[in-house]
């Protein structure tokens, strides 16, 4: 796992040990960060269910102004510290080790992101599927900026329609696919 682009292009980042994280393979994430470049300048990035940061990092690297990553994880979280202090990003990064679904529930964040990656473990499709919907809803009131995106990522065999949030593009690569949305 590596930053592909900006400040921190070709630094390695610690990849997650086991199974437990899905990194992003750098030929999708070039895609996706091809499409997301023009918003990227001074951005701000929540990264859902992060992981050990990939992405909210890349953003961090091309000009994102800050990134706010929520991974319940302790595992992935530890990777993720050692990740943002390689990289001096202290400052800019903030991480929220807890339950996202509750979080976002509860009122914790106030403001607004231009950019949200929203990538569960693939199961939650099926086993939260009310908690997503309700969680698209929390950002799409309250926490995506106008213009801002939701890139969600999920496996190509299941669906998920979140009422709140509207479709702009769909990319699929191999079983993945990613739906990029914006408010309704």
Known sequence: MRIIAGEFRNR?????IGDRTRPITDRVKQSVF????PWLENAVVYDLFAGTGSLGLECLSRGAKC?????????AVGLLKKNIAA???DRRATIVPADLF???ADGNLSGRADLVFLDPPYRFLSERAEDL?????HL???????????VFRHDIADSLTMADLKLRD??????MRLEFLGGA
């Open 87 to 89: 990289l001096g990003l």
């Open 140 to 150: 799409a009131a309250e926490h995506l900026s106008p213009d801002g995106w939701v």
């Open 170 to 175: 769909v990319r699929d690569y191999g079983s």
């Open 12 to 16: 390695k980042l610690l990849p997650p």
């Open 67 to 75: 990134a706010t990553f929520f991974e319940s994880d302790h595992s």
């Open 102 to 104: 509750r979080w976002f």
């Open 34 to 37: 091809d499409i997301l470049t």
């Open 133 to 137: 919907k309700s969680l698209g809803a």
